[in-house]
């Protein structure tokens, strides 16, 4: 699986944008990018994924840039609710095991 | 309520008293998928199953068993349990292997003595 390299941690405060980024510079033709969270105590859970084209859904945005090599998470505003470690996943569903790699994440810190 | 349910949510053992953890999800999903979660490791998977009676072993299997009779049920086996084997652990499921999001049971904390 190509390898994603997020920042360990990022602060923002409550009702700002956050804009989370991902670089995988050796990703292929074929992989999904895909953003899951884990909030304190719970499992992870799905934001988003996309292919080439940005995304959008009730919960973030993704922007892919052209090359594919990076993408960024985008929360429009966030709260208090949104403090939890953000996975960014590059998977192609057709090859190999059928697993998600997580990487460490960003440990994502809201402020009131 | 769409969920995937796992029990006992904690448990404390010792060395070698066989367990299983249940994994139950009520969404008609075919993928399964058992990960442990340790510091410093992040998540692993150990075990995935595509469909009933299929399952392929993930990057850590080594000390567990699993099996899918039902759609709806992934339990996870220790035989054996060694204090390795001490972890947060999650199962996770999906309409479709991984084109689809995957669903995170709230997870269970085993502690091996």
């Known amino acids: 699986d190509a390898k994603t390299t997020q920042p360990n941690s990022m602060e923002s405060n409550e009702e700002e944008p956050v804009h989370l980024p991902c670089n995988h510079s050796?990703?292929?033709?074929?992989?999904?990018i895909h953003w899951y969270r884990q909030l304190p105590s719970q499992g992870p859970e799905y934001v988003i994924h996309g292919l080439t084209s940005n995304v959008n859904n009730r919960m973030a945005s993704l922007a892919i840039a052209e090359d594919r090599k990076s993408s960024t998470l985008i929360l429009h505003r966030a709260t208090l609710r949104d403090a939890a470690v953000y996975y960014c996943i590059l998977r192609a569903p057709l090859q190999g095991a059928q697993k998600l790699v997580f990487g460490q994440g960003t440990r994502l810190t809201i402020n009131p | 309520e769409a969920q995937v349910t796992q029990n006992p949510r904690y448990l404390i053992t010792v060395t070698g008293k066989k367990l299983t953890v249940t994994c139950s999800q009520n969404m008609n999903h075919e993928y399964m998928s058992w990960y442990r979660q340790d510091p410093g490791l992040g998540l692993r998977q150990i075990y995935y199953s595509m469909n009933v009676e299929v399952t392929d072993k993930g990057d850590v299997p080594e000390g567990y068993k699993v099996s899918r009779k039902e759609k709806r049920n992934f339990p996870l086996i220790l035989e054996s349990p060694s204090p390795n084997q001490t972890s947060l652990y999650f199962c996770?499921?999906?309409?479709?292997?991984?084109?689809?999001?995957?669903?995170f049971g709230p997870g269970t904390r085993l502690t091996v003595l």
């Open positions: 050796t990703i292929s033709g074929t992989d999904y």
């Open positions: 996770a499921s999906s309409l479709r292997g991984l084109y689809n999001e995957q669903f």
